[in-house]
């Protein structure tokens, strides 16, 4: 049988296709290490400014969860020939409102026509290596914080049955809007050394990341959960995207639930959440920095903790 070579083969890898890291992390040379990562997507909201920003803020998310500054982007575009030049002007605007706001350089990109389309970015960021986060280092006896809501996959699914409240719509898109730069700056003044930040593989999936990294277990009380406005009825209604029956197929082996645990709760920590907030290990002496150090809109919620024991999950 043929070999197949691997897909990065260096000791300036730092992170990379063998492992579980948000991002690719490359050495320089001097001490720092350059983050590399792509995310892109179909429409989750109606609004074309919204779905500009929040593609961006979920493309430069693994950057901030990495422990990175974000330095340049490039846009990825496919767009249908029907829409209109009106249309694809709020998007990109979205876009650019999110970008600036992060400091990065748009330097460029790519667009085609497609029959479906698709957003997103290419981002380019950088730290020092020694302040690399990555999803192998969570240790027994770290407290466990999530700087986001749950449930805008039940959100988002709602607009697209025509059964949403707007005013829930617009909380969720405001948080999938806004950026995890002021958590990447509490992470570091706490000296956090591995956190995820939660997307497309849900709180389980991305929890599972660390735990199967480092070689823990990752221990969720469900009821600190916090959840977007409207989320749990949805999610009670059966209103999830499909990533969730997916993301239960995938890890839900290796997952115990306990039996006082809603579905509701447990469907909406399997569905892939869009833009989410960071999940963060804390070692207790640093818990007052990263707190004191959160932004205004951050959410300080401990949700769980790590213990030993084999790789896996426990919602209870």
């Known amino acids: 049988m043929r070999q197949v070579a691997p897909l990065a083969d260096s000791a300036d890898v730092v992170a990379g296709p063998t492992g579980y890291d948000d991002v690719g992390a490359v050495r320089r040379g ?21 779905y500009g920003a929040i593609a961006a803020a979920n493309s430069l998310s693994d950057i901030y969860a990495s422990g990175g500054v974000p330095s340049v982007v490039l846009n990825l575009a496919g767009f249908p020939v029907e829409w209109g030049a009106e249309v694809l002007e709020e998007v990109f605007a979205g876009a650019v409102h999110v970008v600036k706001k992060s400091g990065a350089l748009w330097v460029g990109g790519h667009s ?10 290419a981002c380019f960021g950088e730290c020092d290596e020694n302040e690399l986060i990555t999803n192998d280092g969570a240790q027994a006896g770290d407290l466990l914080f999530l700087t986001k809501p749950l449930g805008a996959g039940s959100i988002t699914t709602s607009v697209k049955r025509d059964i949403a409240n707007q005013a829930h719509v617009d909380d969720a898109v405001a948080g999938m809007m806004r950026l995890n730069d002021t958590a990447a700056i509490a992470m570091k003044a ?16 991305h929890a599972f990341n660390i735990a199967r990294s480092s070689n823990v277990v990752l221990r969720f009380d469900a009821s600190a959960l916090p959840f977007y406005e409207g989320a749990l009825e949805l999610a009670g209604a059966g209103v999830c995207s499909g990533a969730s029956s997916r993301g239960r197929d995938i890890y839900g082996p290796n997952v115990t639930i306990g039996q006082d645990v ?20 804390v070692k207790p002496p640093q818990v007052a920095a990263f707190k004191s150090s959160l ?14 024991g084999e790789a ?3 919602l209870g």
């Open 30 to 50: 001097d001490g720092r290490v350059t983050l590399h990562t792509v995310d892109f997507f179909p429409p989750v909201v109606d609004d074309a400014f919204a």
């Open 112 to 121: 085609v026509q497609s029959a479906e389309p698709l957003y997103g970015f």
């Open 190 to 205: 706490a000296q956090v050394t591995t956190a995820t930040d939660i997307t497309g593989f849900g709180l389980m999936g």
């Open 262 to 281: 809603a579905d509701a709760v447990s469907d909406i920590c399997f569905d892939a959440e869009t833009s989410g907030g960071v999940l963060v290990c």
């Open 295 to 308: 932004g205004l809109e951050d959410m300080f919620v401990q949700v769980g903790e790590v213990v030993a």
């Open 312 to 314: 896996g999950i426990v």
